[in-house]
């Protein structure tokens, strides 16, 4: 139901978007999140925004250099990535949680995506 595109292979320093779209229902009315998950690590929370879009919230490694967007006529989440990292390299998830306000907890959300690699590498 969750799709995530827009992952691959990028120089430190250099931009990716991800979207995130969904399918089979709508999301309009839930907060969206985007974690990510890198080899032998535990899954971390990144960005989160509410289903109007009012309230945003970052993880602190990445503010200032993402952006989290939605799209809800589209039915699509977004998060633009800017001044990559190599530690930014992981596998992002999207997340749709019912529970008002952002929220960072995994266990708070609970329809997931398959995710899409982000390879950051000169």
């Known amino acids: 139901q969750l799709v995530e595109s827009g992952g691959g292979l990028v120089q430190p320093g250099g931009s990716l978007r991800l979207s995130c779209a969904a399918s089979?229902?709508?999301?309009?009315?839930?907060?969206m999140g985007w974690f990510r998950q890198a080899p032998g690590k535990e899954r971390e929370f990144v960005a989160a925004?509410?289903?109007?879009?009012?309230?945003?919230d970052y993880a602190d490694s990445v503010k200032g250099r993402f952006t989290i967007s939605r799209d809800n006529a589209k039915n699509t989440v977004y998060l633009q990535m800017n001044s990559l990292k190599p530690e930014d390299t992981a596998v992002y998830y999207c997340?749709?949680?019912?529970?008002?306000?952002?929220?960072?907890?995994?266990?708070?959300?609970?329809?997931w995506g398959q995710g899409t690699q982000v390879t950051v590498s000169s």
């Open positions: 997340a749709a949680s019912f529970l008002a306000g952002t929220r960072q907890r995994v266990d708070e959300y609970r329809y």
């Open positions: 925004i509410t289903w109007s879009g009012g309230s945003t």
């Open positions: 089979g229902r709508t999301f309009s009315g839930y907060t």
